[in-house]
């Protein structure tokens, strides 16, 4: 005999079954605004669609890109970093517009999440920043940051030159430039020198700083400042160069007041014939 008791349990699971099912749309609706939210002002997953930053970043990789660190300091040589070359760089790969709202739909959330490629983002590292000049090659091959040679072997992939292209670059102010660490296949500011800028990009196109490899598992790991960029000459040498102009107005300066204090404490003469003039008793 079936008690009222037994039948409890049954309706009580399908309730919970229904009440399951009408909260999912509500908690996917929200996973996917805290996503946003996430991705807009704090962190954002990038898919690594090129070789150009090999062996630092494989092809099909995702990074973690910090979006709050250059609001609290400056952009660094030896970052890498993600920005944006919309209206500017041709991308290195060729993604297909999306042929619908649906498709348009999937790719923006595949964006978010880093499962998908973004049309016009590109990951490079930063060589030199505003006021830097940036040349190669030194006598040994080597790139070059206001005259401080890069040693570029923990990172570069193995066998490529600095580069196969010669140039000197001054970067102006406000902008960066970037080079892939694959240098034979990275399409990068060598390539853009006829470019405004000389190839050199805006800052204000940067998303942020990559700081983490996160998928594959295999190769989670850190991306550091490679131990070069932490040369003092390479600052040292920087800022000299943005205060020459002041530097030599002193230079300029100091033989004319040693004069003028010679001159003056010399006793009273007549100036244009450099003999004292004699005092007349009145």
Not at 248 to 261: E, T
């Amino acid at each position: 005999m079936v008690t009222e008791d037994t039948k409890r349990p049954a309706k009580s699971d399908k309730r919970k079954k229904g009440s399951f099912w009408r909260e999912l749309p509500v908690l996917v609706i929200a996973a996917l605004l805290m996503a946003l939210t996430i991705k807009t002002f704090l962190v954002q997953a990038f898919y690594i669609p090129s070789g150009s930053m090999e062996n630092t970043l494989l092809l099909n990789d995702r990074v973690l890109v910090n979006k709050l660190v250059y609001h609290t300091r400056d952009v660094e040589r030896g970052d890498v970093i993600v920005f944006s070359g919309v209206d500017s760089w041709k991308g290195e790969v060729d993604v297909p517009p999306p042929s619908n709202v649906a498709e348009s739909v999937l790719r923006w959330i595949g964006t978010a999440f880093g499962v998908t490629p973004g049309e016009k983002d590109y990951i490079k590292r930063v060589i030199g920043v505003g006021g830097d000049t940036v040349k190669c090659c030194d006598d040994k091959g080597r790139v070059t940051v206001n005259g401080v040679p890069l040693e570029e072997e923990s990172y570069l992939y193995p066998g490529n030159a600095p580069s196969d292209k010669t140039f000197e670059v001054k970067v102006q102010p406000g902008r960066l430039w970037v080079m892939g660490d694959h240098r034979e296949i990275s399409y990068d500011s060598r390539s853009h020198q006829g470019d405004k800028g000389d190839g050199a990009i805006p800052v204000d196109t940067v998303v942020g700083r990559a700081f983490i490899i996160v998928w594959p598992f295999s190769r989670l790991t850190t991306i550091p400042i490679p131990d070069t960029f932490a040369q003092p000459a390479l600052s040292a040498v920087a800022a000299l160069g943005g205060a020459t102009p002041l530097v030599g107005g002193f230079a300029c300066a100091m033989p004319l007041m040693w004069w003028r204090r010679r001159l003056l404490a010399k006793p009273y003469h007549d100036r244009r014939s450099g003999l004292a003039a004699p005092v007349r008793d009145l």
